[in-house]
């Protein structure tokens, strides 16, 4: 076969395949000194990050430490905080009843204590929204201890001053029961607001 090639020898490309390709010579040295710097890179950039992950992991076994130390204070925190709002909802739901219908309170607690009679005492006394609220016991050797309370009562509702700003007042309970072998008395009676 008769090959023509008008270039000179000089510039011709020895070689078969496309003449646009770009042949370059890497010595083989040279290759595997990369190869083993990019897995030393990778290597070395794992272990950073295992380090870090480890230190990382510490620091939140301390914080956990420091959280769960700190978290008694907290549970008596969070007590005070909740019994605080609970004494805030009672402070506005009396100064609710007071404010808003300018109840005087004194005269009617000197009511209250003008009306008790000889071995009649009182427990307790709740105000809420319904009203007031007022646990007693009485004892008595020598009359019966419900007409003692009937008297109590009778002496509130007789009251204008306690009256005023009632709209009923009512015994809600009586339970007679003994007590070192004395006959106690426990009544419960309710004065609502109008």
Do not use: Y
């Amino acid at each position: 076969m008769i090959d023509i090639n008008l270039i000179p020898a000089a510039l011709r490309k020895n070689g078969k395949g496309p003449s646009n390709a770009l042949k370059i010579n890497i010595p083989q040295d040279v290759l595997v000194g990369v190869g083993a710097g990019v897995v030393l890179l990778i290597v070395t950039v794992h272990l950073l990050l295992g380090v870090w992950w480890l230190a990382e992991l510490g620091r939140m076994s301390l914080c956990q430490a420091q959280w769960d130390k700190l978290a008694p204070d907290k549970k008596i925190i969070d007590g005070f905080k909740e019994e605080s709002r609970n004494l805030n909802q009672r402070l506005n739901l009396i100064s609710g009843m007071t404010i808003n219908k300018s109840v005087t309170w004194s005269p009617k607690f000197n009511a209250i204590s003008d009306a008790l009679s000889r071995g009649l005492w009182l427990r307790r006394m709740v105000l809420d929204k319904d009203g007031l609220s007022i646990d007693g016991s009485v004892v008595s050797k020598s009359q019966n201890e419900i007409a003692n309370v009937g008297l109590f009562i009778s002496a509130l509702k007789n009251n204008d001053e306690f009256m005023k700003d009632f709209s009923s007042l009512e015994v809600n309970s009586i339970q007679r029961g003994e007590n070192n072998s004395v006959e106690v008395t426990d009544f419960t009676v309710m004065a609502k607001l109008k």
